[in-house]
T-cell receptor
Framework: AQTVTQSQPEMSVQEAETVTLSCTYD???????LFWYKQPPSRQMILVIR??????QNATENRFSVNFQKAAKSFSLKISDSQLGDAAMYFC?????????????FGKGTKLTVNP | GAVVSQHPSRVICKSGTSVKIECRSL??????MFWYRQFPKQSLMLMAT?????????EQGVEKDKFLINHASLTLSTLTVTSAHPEDSSFYIC????????????FGPGTRLLVL
């Protein structure tokens, strides 16, 4: 079964600085999707960024970018110019591309604190 | 785009009663909807997957007779917690995938259930 591991239960960053959240996963598949979701105190899950495994180029969304290392099965999230509103739980998630399964497998999350 | 709503946002009920939670995709047709449960400070646990017009697929350990799921249309799925007990108190979140774009799940804002 696929597993997603987030090894950092908590992280903190100073406002305007850069922080990287780690995520590793285990799969025998070659085609899949990876996601980072943000869950602020409101508990609304918000899609931050998505990466298709077949794409070598790392996904970027404004201040958010990923470092996707397929061979190492690593998918870290970099947040640049951190803002107070970035404070939230961040979940890494994996989804198969084939086989009919649309299920997301989530990591346990990393709580990010942004210090003013 | 890709907005998912849930109703109610929070509900308190007496032990032994049933509670229905609605999940709606507001601006797209949802081929598949998912129901998750989240305990405090934990990750999301998938309960079941439902496709419009067919029976839901439940995850191992989830009682299908206790958590009734109906996916009556392409924009509405309901979760009914039957004969609720205090241990059913939790945060329930739904998500949906859009027809033709099944790789990404969009989440509702969640429903907090408290069973007294």
């Amino acid at each position: 079964a696929q597993t997603v591991t987030q090894s950092q239960p908590e992280m903190s960053v100073q406002e305007a600085e850069t922080v990287t959240l780690s995520c590793t996963y285990d799969t025998s598949e070659s085609d899949y999707y990876l996601f980072w979701y943000k869950q602020p105190p409101s508990r609304q899950m918000i899609l931050v960024i998505r990466q298709e495994a077949y794409k070598q180029q790392n996904a970027t969304e404004n201040r958010f970018s990923v470092n996707f290392q397929k061979a190492a099965k690593s998918f870290s999230l970099k947040i640049s110019d951190s803002q107070l509103g970035d404070a939230a739980m961040y979940f890494c998630a994996y989804r198969e591309d084939q086989g009919g399964s649309e299920k997301l497998v989530f990591g346990k999350g990393t709580k990010l604190t942004v210090n003013p | 785009g890709a907005v998912v709503s849930q109703h109610p946002s929070r509900v308190i009920c007496k032990s032994g009663t049933s509670v229905k939670i609605e999940c709606r995709s507001l601006d797209f047709q949802a081929t598949t909807m998912f129901w998750y449960r989240q305990f405090p400070k934990q990750s999301l646990m998938l309960m079941a997957t439902s496709n419009e017009g067919s029976k839901a697929t439940y995850e191992q350990g989830v009682e299908k007779d206790k958590f009734l799921i109906n996916h009556a249309s392409l924009t509405l799925s309901t979760l009914t917690v039957t004969s609720a007990h205090p241990e059913d108190s939790s945060f329930y979140i739904c998500s949906a995938t859009e027809r033709g774009k099944q790789e990404t799940q969009y989440f509702g804002p969640g429903t907090r259930l408290l069973v007294l």
